[in-house]
């Protein structure tokens, strides 16, 4: 059974920083990429950004410049340090870790992110 676990969450004042993590484990657990998602109330979920293991990353077009993921590969745990918060941060932020191999998918619980003067 793999769990992806978040924290880091928390409320924040616009221009303020944040840093998220995100831990896979498993027994016999290696991940392809890893990376971080959000959604708010009533919208779809949208990428934040990924990191696959080869060091590639992607970004979403509204956290470029602001938001930089990272990993240590060998402990299955990625970060994601957010700057320069505005509101429209706020949301739940899920990490995604997908398996290499089988490339299943496995989800965190979320957690929440708020950004309010």
């Known amino acids: 059974q793999v769990q992806v676990v978040e924290s880091g969450g928390g409320s924040v004042q616009p221009g303020g920083s944040l840093r998220l993590s995100c831990a896979a484990s498993g027994s016999g657990f290696s991940n392809d990429r890893m990376g971080w998602y959000r959604q708010t109330l009533g919208k779809e979920r949208q990428l934040v950004a990924t990191?696959?293991?080869?060091?590639?990353?992607n970004y979403g077009d509204s956290v470029k410049g602001r938001f930089t993921i990272s990993r240590d590969n060998a402990r299955n745990t990625v970060y994601l340090q957010m700057n320069s918060l505005k509101p429209e941060d706020t949301a739940v932020y899920y990490c995604?870790?997908?398996?290499?191999?089988?490339?299943?998918?496995?989800w965190g619980q979320g957690t929440q992110v708020t950004v309010s003067s």
């Open positions: 990191l696959t293991s080869g060091g590639r990353t």
């Open positions: 995604k870790a997908v398996e290499a191999g089988s490339l299943i998918a496995y």
